[in-house]
């Protein structure tokens, strides 16, 4: 299979105009030009793609699936450029769905430890991970690491930095991140058990590089990274320039062009995404329980040789959630709430209630 | 003022909920935690910002305009988490507007040379600029040199890359802009005027800076980058560290997620384009005059003291077109035609008919 497949969802079209729309299309994707200049100038017919399949989808929209060309697509930028270039700039026009060529997916080399290499780092326990979030901003690297102290006493598995904290200076990165690793090496080596710190890094390539190595450099072993401010190249960047695993953050995902499940679990778990956050159902965002599993399952799905990513499911899951959160996704995944933990008087038993919640709910194998 | 202040339409909303909702997207995009949390940890009010409108829209929308605190912002990609971070995440979310406050302003540089700088490397024509685009991908250098000896020499002031020329084996990167830029050189000195040959630049930030350098080098004054393809913080690495004229390309732009002016004439302009090509009404793609015009004027309006970037309007813009299309933008632009061009059989003769048109159709000064 030499073609990528991909799928636009087209609303407020004109069903009779549809065919040449689809073959528009085909052409924004490849040459960008009319035919007669393919004609003229080209007329390589490997790199013409074709439109695959045209169908009615709800409400009056149109699905049209293409089959791309991969072979000139060197780096990130290509492509998304190839996927979603000018197709992007139509209101219109979402995609719906991208099925990597194998050409493509062994260009990027996809997760590192994926879903199973971090549950392998925690010594695969039969139940979900827990995670949560250090926040809000504003609050001093000291009060972080004292948050990430309860946290961790507590027994929480992965202890992520908000995306907001970056190198504010009521917390500068280094000297947080200093802080809430030793906080997160004293207790595990206290409890005998991983407890991952997890710092947010953020700010221009070269920032990003800067602060990957301090996270080596403090011993940790992963960073969270929302792709879509930083840019996409440079989650590709931090998966082959880094030993480090990665969880990314959805911040500046535009939903309305593109479906998470394309975003989040396709195109971040190409370019290296060993977890992924996305949203659950119920919680402060308004999708689907459909919806959400299919992100989940589509990051995990077969891709050729990819690994999988881990769901890492989150945006407001309360306590009263954990059971049918578990009965969503499975064991295989980290339960994100932050939140709906802070808010609590007391954090610890907040968060102690949270972990044994996680254990008593856990699906057992049978 | 120290508030950024960002608008977003809201679809598909119950409009007895639109006060909670407008107070969970403000705390969305400044703490990311329910209230009871930064009443407990933070209380900072100053980073709190504030629900500053609401106001119904056509079909049921909602208009909610916040102002936000931009005092934490350090970076391109601190900078999109703030105005449209987890907000982005809602399917039914748009950005529709965006004021930056004078911090903001400052904080990214703007365009070096903008419109004005542009004009005046032209010897500020009494006429829009007019700029074409070498393509399709899969012609090798030569063939793509052959067509900027064509414009060149039939006119053209602006000749730039498509955007799916990277670095193919067809047309390496390197070969191809040294090709091209001899030639621009070549026929500028015969005909005693300027002429810009723009390399399409692209790939990871490294190899955005490699390819940038090697521009520089050839002695060239400008590059075409499509910043969201390469992340937007490229956009302004390329400002920040060269001294290259920056065209940007509008493809992988979300426009269902983020309205054209705020990411093409607001964002693209803070972080330093110099140019930037939009799409025109009537084209290829379902734009209306309006929007475009309003497109056009954001990136030409008084922002602090950031220079204007140089609409660029393109997409599918036809030699008859001329007329109406500089009634639209006056003749502070470059017009963009390619397609429309390459696919007549005397490339050269339709040039010198796009250049006549534009000269004769341009608006005088009375």
């Known amino acids: 299979m030499r073609h990528a497949e991909v799928t636009y969802r087209l609303t407020s079209v004109d069903a009779s105009d549809i065919d040449d729309l689809a073959s528009d299309l085909l052409l924004e994707q490849t040459f960008e030009t009319p035919q007669e200049v393919v004609n003229k100038y080209v007329g390589l017919a490997e790199r013409a793609g074709e439109v695959h399949d045209i169908r009615p989808a709800a409400n009056g929209a149109v699905d049209v699936t293409l089959h791309l060309p991969d072979d000139d697509i060197q780096d990130v930028a290509q492509f998304v450029n190839r996927i979603f270039g000018n197709v992007s700039i139509h209101p ?34 039969p139940r979900p991970l827990t995670c ?5 901003v504003g609050l001093s690297a000291d009060q972080l690491a004292e948050l990430c102290r309860t946290f961790a006493e507590s027994g929480i598995d992965i202890i992520k930095d908000d995306h907001y904290l970056s190198d504010q200076p009521t917390a500068p990165f280094k000297e947080r991140i200093k802080r809430c690793a030793d906080v997160a090496a004293d207790v595990s080596a206290r409890q005998g058990r991983p407890i991952w710190y997890v710092p947010s890094v953020s700010g221009s390539p070269d920032e990003v590089r800067r602060r990957c190595e301090a996270t080596e450099d403090a011993g940790l072993r992963a960073v969270m990274l929302a792709p879509m401010t930083t840019g996409l190249p440079v989650l590709h960047s931090v998966r082959r320039d880094t030993d480090l695993a990665i969880l990314t953050h959805p911040s ?17 778990r190409m370019l290296g995404a060993d977890a992924v956050i996305f949203v659950n159902a119920g919680g402060r965002f308004d999708y689907s329980v459909e919806e959400c599993r299919t992100v989940a399952a589509t990051m995990m799905a077969p891709v050729f040789d990819l690994k999988a990513s881990l769901p890492v499911p989150a945006g407001g899951i309360a306590l009263d959630d954990v059971p049918h959160t578990i009965q969503r996704y499975g064991n295989d995944c980290a339960l994100l709430v932050g939140g709906s933990l802070l808010k609590q008087k007391d954090l610890g038993a907040a968060t102690r209630r949270f972990v044994e919640a996680v254990a008593k709910n856990a699906l057992l194998a049978e």
Chains 1, 2 share one sequence.
């Open 92 to 125: 219109n026009i979402r995609l719906i769905d991208f099925i990597p060529s194998s050409g493509l997916a062994r260009r990027f080399e996809g997760p590192r430890l994926g879903a199973e290499g971090i549950r392998e780092a925690f010594g695969f326990p």
């Open 132 to 136: 949560t979030a250090l926040k809000p």
């Open 252 to 268: 500046f995902s535009p939903v309305a062009s593109i479906a998470p499940k394309v975003l989040w679990s396709t195109l971040f």
